[in-house]
C-alpha cells in the first residue's frame, strides 16, 4: 500500500493517459454473466459419461438473488414509450403538463405535496401505526422526531444525537457531567459528530435541501466571482465555525481522546470554513503521535489550498507535503482525495492543466477508477469561460473515447454533432441517466441536445429525434420549435408547418410572436401548389384566431404585427379565400400598418383576373390614403386594364392628382425648408 501510495505522489511527464481496463466494463460484463443465473447454476455440468451409461450430475450451488432481482428483471423487458409523456406525470390525465412551466409547477407541487404529508406523518406518528406492506418498508413508516427516554442518563443523551437534537444533546450532555456520570468516549464522539456536522446549531427540518442549495451557491460563487464571498441576506452562504462553540469546549473537557475524536473536530472546522484552526489541530494529532484517516487527510488538503493566497507552486507543494504525510502514515487515497484535488486545481486556472493530467494518470496507476465528479472537473479547467480559453482543447474527445460504454454510480458529491451524440449514448449507458439533474437541467440538456441537430443534421434523422424526444422526454421551448421550422426550410419540407403549428399549440406556444410570425414567414414567401395553398390559409386562419383571441382576453385594442398581417392576407389571396384576403386588407388602413408592395400587386392581379375594377380602385385607394409612392404605378395598371370603363377612369384620375398635390406640396415644404438653411 505505501509504494502504491509512492508511486502515486511522482510526478511523470507527458500528457498522455495510460491504456488501462476500465473497471465499469468489468462490472458490465459481470452483471451479464450472473443476471439471471451463477457460475455453476448456468448449466448443469454433465461428467464424461462412465462405462455404466451413468451420467455424474453437480449440483448447482445456492444462488443468493438480490432484493430487486425481480423487478429489474420486468423492468428489462419494457421500453420507453416515445409517444407518451414522462411516467412521473401520469397521476390524472387532466393535469398531464404540456409545457416546460407546466410540468415545472406539476413537480414542485408533487414534492410538496408529498413533503406535507411526510410532515404530517412524523407529527403524529400515533395515529399512522397500521402496517400494510409485506414486507416491511422502514421508510414508509412514520418517525419518532420527539425523544421518547426521559431523565438523564446516556441511553437519553444517545437517543437526543440519534434525533440530531443539537441543543438538547449538548443540555443533557452538561447535566451528567455534573451529576459526576462519565459519558463514554464512544458517545462523546458521536456528540462530536454532531455538532461538526450542523456547525453547533440546530439543524432546521428541511436541512438536507439547504445544505444542497447552499453548497451549489458556494461552489457557483467560487467559480463566477472569485472576487468575494458571495452574501444572502446580509450574511455568509453556509454557517461558519465560530470559535470557543460547544464542540471546542466538550472537546477541550474530554478526559481522553482518540484519533476519531480529533479527525472528528478537524473535518467539522473545515466544513465550516475554520481552516487555520483544523491544520493546528492536525498538528495537535501529530504531536500526540496520532494517525489521521484519508476523510481527514481530503478535508486537509482541501483547507490548504482555499487558505493559500500564494503562488500556485507554493500551493501545489503545501498539496505534496500532505500527500506525503499520508505515505508515512500508509493512509491510501481514495477517490475523494483525487476529486478534492481536481477540484481545487480548478482554481489555478492555466496553470493547473499538467498537475491535473499528472494526477489522473497516477489515480489510474494505483487502480482507482474515475468517477464523472472527476471527468467533470478536468472539464471545467480545461474548459473555463473568459480571455484564459484561448485555443479549445482536444481533451473533451479523448475523454468522450474513455466514457464510452461505461456505466456510472453515485461515488462522488459533488458543438460538435459526433461529440454530441457521444454525450448522448453516455448518458443512456444504463441507469446514468439519473445524473443529468432535477427536471430543469433534463429540459435544459434536451433543449440543447435538439437544437444542435437541428443545425447539424439531415431533415428525416431530426423529424425522427423529434418524434423520439417530443412529449416523452421533454417538452420543447418555443426557440427549439423556431429551430425546428428553420431546419424544415434548409431541407424544403414546408408542407409539414402546419403539423408543427398544431404541436405548437398543444404546447402552449400560439401567443409567441416570434413563433407565429417566424411560421407565417416560411408560408409565405414563396408559391406553391394550389393544395398546399389552401392548407398553409387554413394554417394563417388559426394563427390570426389567435390574434383576435388575445385582444378578447387582454381586452384591450388588437396591435397587428404589419409582417403578420402582410402574410396572412398574401395566404389567404393565394388559396383563393379572395373575400378574407380583401378584409384582411382593410386592417391596414386600421390599423395604420404599411402593406408591402408586392401584396399590393398580387391584389391588382387577383382583381384583373375577376375583371373587378372596383377592388382594384380600392388598391389605389388604400395606396393613397397611405401616401404610398407607389400609388401613380398602381393607377396607371388600373388605367390599362380598365380602359374601357369611363367611371374607373375619372376616379383614378381624381385620386393621382390628389396625389400629385400632395406629393407637390411636400416637396415645396421640403425646399422651404431647405431655403430656410441656407
Given amino acids: 500500500m505505501a509504494a502504491a501510495s509512492a508511486r502515486w505522489l511522482r ?27 451463477s457460475g455453476s447454476a448456468a448449466f448443469s455440468k454433465v461428467e464424461e459419461t462412465d462405462a455404466t451409461g451413468i451420467e455424474n450430475v453437480v ?51 408533487k414534492k410538496s405535496g408529498q413533503t406535507a404529508a411526510k410532515f404530517i406523518i412524523n407529527s ?56 459526576g456520570t462519565t459519558v463514554s468516549l464512544e458517545t462523546t464522539n458521536s456528540l462530536l459528530d454532531l455538532l461538526c456536522y ?53 472537546f477541550a473537557l474530554m478526559p481522553e481522546k482518540n484519533a476519531y475524536s480529533y479527525c472528528t473536530m478537524i473535518r467539522g472546522m473545515v466544513k465550516h470554513q475554520a481552516y487555520a484552526q483544523a491544520l493546528n489541530l492536525y498538528t495537535e494529532l501529530l504531536n500526540n503521535r496520532f494517525h489521521a484517516d484519508v476523510y481527514t487527510f481530503n478535508a486537509l488538503i482541501e483547507a490548504k489550498l482555499l487558505m493559500s493566497n500564494g503562488k500556485y507552486e507554493d500551493r501545489w507543494n503545501n498539496v505534496l507535503e500532505l500527500l506525503k504525510h499520508m505515505v508515512a502514515q500508509k493512509v491510501k487515497p481514495n477517490l475523494q482525495t483525487f476529486n478534492t484535488i481536481l477540484k481545487s486545481l480548478r482554481k489555478f486556472y492555466s496553470h493547473g492543466k499538467v498537475q491535473a493530467l499528472n494526477t489522473l494518470r497516477e489515480m489510474k496507476a494505483i487502480g482507482i477508477e474515475p468517477s464523472l465528479a472527476t471527468y467533470h472537473h478536468i472539464i471545467r479547467l480545461f474548459y473555463q469561460h473568459g480571455p484564459s480559453l484561448r485555443e479549445p482543447s482536444p481533451i473533451i474527445y479523448r475523454i468522450m473515447k474513455e466514457l464510452r460504454g461505461k456505466q456510472f454510480y453515485p461515488e462522488d458529491l459533488d458543438d460538435d454533432l459526433e461529440l454530441a451524440y457521444q454525450v448522448h449514448d453516455l448518458l443512456n449507458t444504463g441507469d446514468n441517466r439519473k445524473f443529468v439533474g432535477t427536471d430543469v437541467h433534463r429540459n435544459f440538456y434536451y433543449s440543447k441536445f435538439f437544437i444542435l441537430i437541428c443545425l447539424m443534421e439531415q431533415i428525416d434523422v431530426t423529424l425522427k429525434w423529434y418524434k423520439n424526444l417530443v412529449p416523452s422526454v421533454f417538452f420543447p421551448h418555443s426557440q427549439n420549435m423556431v429551430h425546428l421550422l428553420q431546419a424544415l426550410d434548409v431541407a424544403n419540407r414546408l408542407e409539414l408547418i402546419p403539423q408543427i403549428w398544431r404541436d405548437c399549440k398543444e404546447y402552449g406556444y400560439m401567443f409567441h410572436n416570434d413563433l407565429r410570425e417566424e411560421i407565417l414567414l416560411l408560408m409565405a414567401r414563396d408559391k406553391h401548389p394550389l393544395q398546399l395553398q389552401i392548407t398553409f390559409a387554413e394554417c394563417a386562419a388559426d394563427i390570426k384566431s389567435t390574434y383576435e383571441e388575445s385582444q378578447t382576453s387582454s381586452q384591450r385594442a388588437l396591435n397587428w404585427p404589419a409582417n403578420s398581417l402582410n402574410c396572412i392576407a398574401l395566404l389567404f389571396l393565394r388559396a383563393e379565400r379572395t373575400q378574407e384576403a380583401w378584409e384582411m386588407l382593410r386592417l391596414f388602413r386600421k390599423h395604420n400598418k404599411i402593406p408591402r408592395n408586392g401584396l399590393l400587386d398580387e391584389f391588382l392581379d387577383a382583381a384583373k383576373a375577376s375583371d373587378s375594377p372596383v377592388q382594384a380602385i380600392e388598391v389605389v385607394k388604400l395606396a393613397s390614403a397611405l401616401s404610398l409612392p407607389v400609388c401613380k404605378a398602381l393607377a396607371q395598371r388600373v388605367m390599362d386594364f380598365a380602359e374601357p370603363k369611363p367611371e374607373p377612369k375619372i376616379a383614378l384620375t381624381k385620386l393621382t392628382s390628389l396625389h400629385s398635390e400632395d406629393d407637390d406640396g411636400s416637396s415645396d415644404s421640403d425646399s422651404d425648408s431647405d431655403n430656410k438653411w441656407k
Avoid at 481496463?21 to 458490465?28: A, D, E, K, L
Avoid at 425523544?147 to 452538561?174: T, Y
Avoid at 450542523?198 to 466571482?225: C, I, K, M, N, V
Fill in 59 to 109: 449440483i448447482p450451488q445456492k444462488k443468493t438473488w438480490d432484493k430487486v432481482a425481480v423487478l429489474q428483471a420486468l423492468a428489462s423487458t419494457v421500453n420507453r414509450d416515445p409517444t407518451a409523456t414522462p411516467y412521473i406525470f401520469h397521476d390524472d390525465p387532466y393535469l398531464i403538463p404540456t409545457t416546460t412551466m407546466e410540468s415545472r409547477s406539476f413537480l414542485l407541487a
Fill in 11 to 37: 510526478v511523470r511527464s507527458g500528457l498522455c493517459w495510460p491504456q488501462t481496463r476500465s473497471r465499469g466494463t468489468r462490472v458490465c460484463a459481470r452483471a451479464l454473466s450472473c443476471r439471471f443465473y
Fill in 198 to 250: 450542523y456547525g453547533d446549531r440546530e439543524p432546521p427540518s428541511d436541512y438536507q435541501f439547504q445544505e444542497t442549495q447552499q453548497s451549489e451557491d458556494l461552489e457557483e460563487a467560487t467559480e463566477e466571482d472569485n472576487k468575494k464571498s458571495k452574501r444572502k441576506d446580509g450574511r455568509l452562504i453556509g454557517v461558519t465555525w465560530k470559535p470557543e462553540n460547544n464542540a471546542e469546549r466538550i
Fill in 124 to 179: 403524529h406518528p400515533k395515529y399512522f401505526q397500521k402496517d400494510i406492506a409485506e414486507p416491511h418498508i422502514p421508510c414508509l413508516m412514520p418517525e419518532y422526531l420527539q425523544p421518547q427516554i426521559e431523565g438523564v442518563s446516556e441511553d437519553a443523551l444517545k437517543e437526543r444525537i440519534k434525533l440530531r437534537k443539537v441543543k438538547a444533546s449538548v443540555d443533557l450532555f452538561d447535566q451528567l457531567l455534573q451529576a
